[in-house]
């Protein structure tokens, strides 16, 4: 995809960079605790955070590691989310370096554990960034992504692609169970396992969290109010008096090692 399309991104990310860091959704998580049991961290490993966003998943792996570099895109979020460990206290082995997805900016096996939250669906070619996953490992490094989980369905799936873009134009897609498994097999990971959450989502404050103005949340409102019975059933849509209030879909934790041997 062309740069532009990333300078989108950074776009995006530097308007909406506060509300990320300071929604709650990201700061705790099933999720996160889940990630930390597949990958046992310990105090000898050194772990990359791509695409860090609000620096949560940095924050939380600080305590159980030597190392983290939080990696981001766009600079503007990496400063705010270094602003909001600092305000943590007690944090100091946290890093933060601009760094694309696609192209990370480190020598090959920099790291022995990676971590990916809730961010590739905003990259143009995952595939690439897992090679590049693979590569900054050490031989038998570990790796957790999290990421909403696409439905097997056509019909939602479509639902849910078009209502991603209307909230947020830097949407590229989400992926089945079965295309991510494929993609980390490609890559050349091992040893994969994943595991579903559901999420609910507070529908006033996901669609202000990417910068929407009042005409692009009631345009959103309305296309979810419209939505066919069974994507109202899928994603439990509730509404009261004509809005929506909240939507739950689900995120997929995918771990996987890097070949001792390879």
Not at 150 to 176: C, G, N, Q, W
Not at 234 to 254: C, M, N, P, Q, R
Request: net charge negative.
């Amino acid at each position: 995809m062309d740069k532009g399309f990333k300078e989108r991104v950074r776009e995006q990310f530097s308007r909406t960079a506060e509300y990320y860091v300071r929604d709650e959704g990201f700061a705790r998580g099933e999720d996160l605790s889940a990630a930390a049991r597949c990958l046992n961290p310990t105090q000898d490993d050194i772990l990359l955070d791509v695409a860090t966003g609000g620096g949560h998943t940095a924050l939380y792996f600080a305590p159980l590691v030597r190392n983290v570099v939080a990696s981001d895109l766009t600079m503007q979020i990496l400063k705010k989310a270094q602003e909001f460990i600092s305000e943590e206290g007690g944090i100091e082995n946290v890093t933060f370096r601009e760094a694309d997805a696609e192209d990370l900016p480190f020598p090959a096996g920099s790291f022995t554990l990676l971590t990916c939250r809730i961010a590739p669906h905003h990259f143009p070619d995952v595939k690439r960034s897992l090679r590049e996953f693979f590569r900054v490992l050490r031989r038998g490094g570990r790796m957790a992504i999290i990421d909403s989980l696409l439905p097997d369905d056509p019909e939602i799936a479509d639902f849910y692609h078009s209502m991603e873009k209307m909230r947020d134009p830097t949407h590229v897609r989400a992926y089945t169970r079965s295309e991510w498994i494929t993609m980390i097999e490609e890559a050349g990971f091992i040893n994969i396992h994943t595991k579903e959450f559901t999420k609910t989502h507070d529908f006033a404050t996901w669609a202000r969290r990417a910068g929407l103005d009042r005409q692009g949340v009631q345009q959103l409102n309305k296309f979810f109010i419209d939505a066919s019975p069974k994507a109202h059933d899928h994603f439990e849509i509730e509404t009261f008096a004509g809005e929506v209030e909240s939507y739950t879909d689900k995120k997929l934790l995918i771990c996987a090692h890097r070949p001792e041997k390879k």
